[in-house]
Nanobody
């Protein structure tokens, strides 16, 4: 089992940047595909980004492509989400998620919430106009 703790959220003006972190503990971090999701008030939780075990492959929702970048440092058991050019529509609680995969899974990643086994508590991001 793995425990996930997000940090780095806050209040930022439109056009600004934030970097979210998700620290993992409990198992071998590089065994996990990692994902970022978000949930805005009154809306369903949605996919934001995913990153493969090695970090060699990433995938983004169209709404954040070109503005957000997912990365990971397996030595630090941490995954990051760099968010630039933030918009008010990016306001949401951001969650990281993990799915353990076998060593031969290569550069797989997942975009569906149901594919992930572990979730963090979330961190609030608020973008003011």
């Amino acid at each position: 089992q793995v425990q996930l703790v997000e940090s780095g959220g806050g209040l930022v003006q439109a056009g600004g940047s934030l970097r979210l972190s998700c620290a993992a503990s409990g198992r071998i971090f590089q065994s996990y595909v990692m994902g970022w999701f978000r949930q805005a008030p009154g809306k369903a939780r949605e996919f934001v980004a995913a990153i493969s075990r090695s970090g060699g492959s990433t995938y983004y929702a169209d709404s954040v492509k070109g503005r957000f970048t997912a990365s990971r440092d397996n030595a630090k058991n941490t995954v990051y989400l760099q968010m630039n050019s933030l918009k008010p529509d990016d306001t949401a609680v951001y969650y990281c998620a993990a799915k353990e995969v076998p060593y031969y899974s290569g550069e797989m990643y997942y975009t569906e919430q149901k594919q992930y086994d572990y979730w963090g508590q979330g961190t609030q991001v608020t973008v003011s106009s």
